[in-house]
C-alpha cells in the first residue's frame, strides 16, 4: 500500500476553525510522585497542538498511560500532564476526568475555537484495547476531524488509533507521524547506498521481521547487545554466560551466510549486571563471565563502517546501558553517526531503549537526521508491515 497518507498539513487553513479536532497523541511518559521525569514524548506533539489551534481548531486530546488494566488507577491519571502541557503551551489545557461520559461530552460541547482539552486515560477502559465498536463510537462522536500524532501507538488496532477513525469522514496523520512515516519509508523502500543497520538489544526474535525484511537493502549489519551472543555462538564462538537464544541459533546462521553479518571482535565482560561487578576486555569470554558490552577494537571498527553518506539506521543499545561502565559502545557509537550526520550521512535512531542512549550522551535530537518515537511500531514499519493506526488515514491526493 502507499504510505502517502494525507496529514494536517495538506488540508486547508480554513478547514479546522470552529471544528472539533481529535488527535491521538503519545503521553505514555515516566510520572514520579505527580512529575514528568521525561517530557520528550510532549514536547514532540507541541507543533500539531500549536498548528491546530492557531487555525482556531478545538482540540481534544486522547493518549494511554501505562497498563492500568482497564480500570481507573489514580497513579495512571493523565492530570500532570494536562498541567504540565499547560506550562510548556504557557496556554490553559482543560482536564476531563474521564475519556467518555455526560461530563466529558458537556467539556468538550463547551469548547471554544482555540481551545483544548485532555481526556483521562483511555485505558480506563477496557474496551479501548478490544477495540469496541461502541466505544469507538463514543470517542468518533466527539469530533469532525481524527488526527494520529501517536507513531508509537499506530501497530496497535485499538478504539483511539483505529476503531473510531471509521467513523469519522476526515482522517488525517499529524505532523510528527508525517515525519515519522517520510523518515522510516525512506530507510525501508529507497535507502541511499551504503545502506548500514546497526542493532543492538537483548533478543534476536524481536528483530526478525526487520532483518529480513532489510537484508537484501543493506549493505552490512552492525551487530551488538545481548543479540550478538546468539549470533556468536551459531559461528561456534563460545560465550560463557551470555545471553542465548537457543531456538534462534538456526535461523541467525542462515542470516551469516550472506556475509552482510559483522559481528563483535571483542567484548567487555563481567561476573555480573551491577555497579560493583568485575569486567575487563577480552577477546576470549571466560566460562564464568558474560559479554556486557562491545570492546574497544569493535567500536573503532564499527565506527569505520559508519558511512558518511547514504543511510544508517540504528535500534537496540550495543551494551548493558544501565550500568555507565557496560554504555561506553553505545554512548560511541551514537557520538559517531552524530558526526557522520554532519557530514552528509542519512540518520534514523529507532525508539525504545535507543533514546537511553541519546539520553546518556546528551546529545540533542537535531545532530540526527530523525529520532524515532517508536519501538514496536518502528520495528514492525521497518519489516514491511502495514500498521493498523497508518492505514485507516486518508490517502493524500496528489
Known amino acids: 500500500m502507499s504510505y502517502a497518507k494525507l496529514s494536517i498539513l495538506d488540508l486547508p487553513d480554513n478547514i479546522f476553525k470552529g471544528k472539533r479536532v481529535f488527535v491521538r497523541v503519545d503521553f505514555n511518559v515516566p510520572i514520579k510522585d505527580g512529575n514528568i521525569v521525561d517530557d520528550i514524548r510532549i514536547r514532540k506533539t507541541i507543533p ?16 494511554h498511560l501505562g497498563r492500568p488494566k482497564g480500570s481507573r488507577d489514580p497513579k495512571y491519571s493523565l492530570k500532570p500532564v494536562a498541567e504540565h502541557l499547560s506550562r510548556l503551551l504557557k496556554k490553559e489545557v482543560k482536564f476531563a476526568d474521564d475519556c467518555i461520559g455526560e461530563n466529558t461530552r458537556k467539556l468538550v460541547d463547551e469548547l471554544k475555537d482555540g481551545e483544548i482539552l485532555l481526556l483521562e486515560n483511555l485505558r480506563f477502559h477496557e474496551e479501548e484495547e478490544k477495540n469496541d465498536p461502541e466505544f469507538s463510537e463514543k470517542l468518533a462522536s466527539y469530533c469532525d476531524i481524527y488526527v494520529n500524532d501517536a507513531f508509537a501507538t499506530a501497530h496497535r488496532a485499538h478504539a483511539s488509533t483505529y476503531g473510531m477513525a471509521v467513523n469519522v469522514k476526515t482522517r488525517a496523520a499529524g505532523i510528527l507521524m508525517k515525519k515519522e512515516v517520510e523518515a522510516l519509508t525512506k530507510v525501508r523502500e529507497n535507502p541511499e547506498h551504503p545502506f548500514v543497520v546497526i542493532l543492538g538489544g537483548a533478543k534476536v526474535k524481536d528483530k526478525i521481521g526487520l532483518i529480513e525484511y532489510l537484508l537484501p537493502k543493506a549493505d552490512a549489519f552492525l551487530i551488538g547487545g545481548g543479540m550478538a551472543y546468539t549470533f556468536l555462538y551459531a559461528t561456534g ?103 557522520k550526520t554532519s557530514q552528509g550521512v542519512f540518520s534514523v535512531l529507532g525508539g525504545g531503549d535507543t533514546l537511553t542512549v541519546l ?4 546529545l540533542d535530537e537535531d545532530r540526527f537526521s530523525h529520532v524515532s518515537s517508536g519501538g514496536g511500531a518502528t520495528l514492525e514499519f521497518l519489516a514491511g508491515m502495514d500498521l493498523p493506526g497508518i492505514k485507516i488515514l486518508d490517502d493524500r491526493k496528489d
Request: proline share 4%.
Open 48 to 63: 500539531t497542538i500549536t498548528y491546530l489551534t492557531d487555525r482556531d481548531g478545538r482540540v481534544i486530546l486522547a493518549s
Open 237 to 339: 564462538v563460545k560465550i560463557g554466560k551470555s545471553l542465548l537464544e537457543e531456538e534462534m541459533v538456526e535461523k541467525v546462521k542462515d542470516y551469516i551466510s550472506t556475509d552482510k553479518i559483522v559481528l563483535p571482535e571483542d567484548h567487555v565482560v563481567a561476573d555480573k549486571i551491577a555497579e560493583d561487578a568485575n569486567y575487563k576486555a577480552v577477546r576470549d569470554i571466560p566460562d564464568d563471565m558474560m559479554g556486557v558490552d562491545i570492546g574497544p577494537i569493535t567500536i573503532g571498527r564499527y565506527i569505520s563502517l559508519i558511512p558518511e553518506t547514504g543511510t544508517v539506521f540504528w535500534n537496540g543499545p550495543l551494551g548493558v546501558i544501565e550500568v555507565d561502565e557496560f554504555s561506553k559502545g553505545s554512548t560511541e557509537i551514537c557520538r559517531a553517526i552524530a558526526y
Open 359 to 362: 539520553e546518556k550522551t546528551r
